[in-house]
């Protein structure tokens, strides 16, 4: 009897519509991983310290979708219990939402507990009328339209994507799925349909970052385009303030897009914002969220995102003025450090490149003010982070990074990164261990330096486009070269080693252009190793040196794949 009721289960399945629950659905997280079980772990943490924050934002309605995310990802990281019990938040503040059964029954076959998996299963056979009768009280299209909706939610926090496309095939599944909610939707209140038009923007406009980066035709990134608009033209009527805010940031977003196609998108025409000036957008969600602290925050992360900076330190100037205890207010004060700090880099790297003068360190005095505010109540990963690299900075020149200036400085920043490493997910950080390992340079440690920038790269993500801990590891060995540390035998199989390491880790066209930088700063000491590696027969990077060489006059003005520290 066991074979045909399994058949029949099988059967009942297929003809389903949707299926409830989130450890089917087509993202990479519930496929294997490609990455090793620890980076996996601290991705999946990182995810869900962001999506923490999510749920302080969440409106009541979408609540149970950020619950559902944070249980799953709590399960693949074996916290069973905490799985469990953030299942059970979702099932006791609404009984009959669907995903939450689903969830449970998984979670507790996983634990063996047979008994409670059955129960969970025909509550969930119940309210989705699976049993023969009408099922259980209340409306099965607006249980099924919530269910689909959650599960696309979720589609915008998946954690493992190998590439930009990979990132855009869930994005489009996630929209694909709100869109089938919204055909269960006659019922769902107008005030909760708008937030999910609020998360289909941003998965639009999430979508549409991909396409531009990847290069795509218009004709592709068009549709999208004008169904974003129309989207948060109906977010605008929003009685939240948050998503009214944030889609007054949105429509100022993709009105500055419009120059990104050869003539002006239809929609914009369509939604009559013909002659609506992105900058009054900004200044309309600033309005909105002008006594709000933590949607000023917000609005303050995109503005530093778009390059905004002076937008950026305004808005967190506001929130500040509103909420003065960093406690409290700690993303204000980071947010703020975070820009000075990023304005340092930017003149740093002109200056390297004769573009401009020596960066105004002043600039790091002002990082470095507003992180010792919330070290001193609220430290941090992050935090130590930030502040062990506005350190670092205060204690090496502006020029290029060659020569210590402050060693007190240099130590600062050193105590800061161990406090972080201490932290749970601070050994995992590659950020972290580069910029350990450029201190340690710096002060002349450069075996320690060596062995840290080994560790950044073995902790990056494979298809990574960060490869300066990559180059600084090479400058470190050919460093100990120099200095008679490492003998040409010993420089030969840690450069072939560490080099098949990094093809096999970044894209090819940043490992050039990172070669390129090692070779116009240490010329002379390159020569150098490729005469030992020829006398040794590793040909490899020899032969990719002078590949580079043919390329540089053409790469030459290419930037540098710098790390911006960010979490």
Sequence with gaps: MAEPAAEDLDALIDDLDYLPGHFHLEMQLNF???????????????????????????????????????????????EL?????????????????????????????????????EACAGRLADLMGLEGDRGAAGDPQLRAARCLAEQGYAHGFDVGCAGPEERARVLE???ALYDKALGYAQQIPMEEKRGWYFTMATLFIRLDGIFLELGSKEQKRLPAFNRTLALLRQVLKSSDPYHQALAWCYLGMLLERKDTFSTTPMGIHDCGYSGTDPLDCFGKAIEIAKDKPPILNRLAKIFHFLGKQDMAIGTCNMALDVLRDPELNWQAYCTRAKIHIRAYLHDLERGKMGLGGLPDRNLLACAKADLEEVVKVCPGLKTYLDIGQVYYYMG??????????????????????????????????????????????????????????????????????????????????????????????????????????????YPAARLRQELQRVWRGHTSEVLGLARALVAQGRLALVRLLF???ERQGAGAGARRGRRAFSL
């Design 32 to 78: 294997e991983p490609r990455s090793p079980a620890s980076l996996r772990a601290r991705d999946l943490k990182l995810q869900r310290d962001g999506l923490r924050q999510e749920l302080e934002l969440a409106a009541a309605p979408q609540r149970p979708a950020v619950r559902h995310l944070l249980g799953a990802f709590a399960f693949y990281l074996e």
């Design 173 to 175: 599944a996630g929209i």
């Design 81 to 117: 219990d905490e799985a469990r019990e953030r299942f059970l938040e979702a099932a006791r503040e609404d009984p009959g939402n669907l995903n939450a059964w689903a969830n449970l029954a998984h979670v507790y076959g996983r634990l063996g507990q047979e008994e409670e998996e």
């Design 396 to 505: 090496v020149d502006a020029v290029q990074e060659l020569l210590a200036v402050d060693e007190a400085a240099l130590n600062q920043a050193l105590v800061f990164l161990a406090k972080a490493a201490e932290l749970e997910l601070g050994a995992t950080l590659p950020e972290l261990q580069l910029l350990r390992g450029k201190c340690l340079r710096i002060k002349g440690e450069e075996a320690n330096a060596a062995a840290c920038f080994k560790r950044a790269v073995e902790l990056d993500d494979a298809g990574s486009s960060h490869t300066e801990g990559f180059g600084c590891l090479l400058e470190a060995l050919l460093a100990q070269w120099s200095q008679a540390q490492l003998s040409d035998g010993e420089l030969g199989r840690e450069v072939d080693a560490w080099l098949r390491r990094a093809q096999d880790k």
């Design 547 to 549: 590949e580079t060489m």
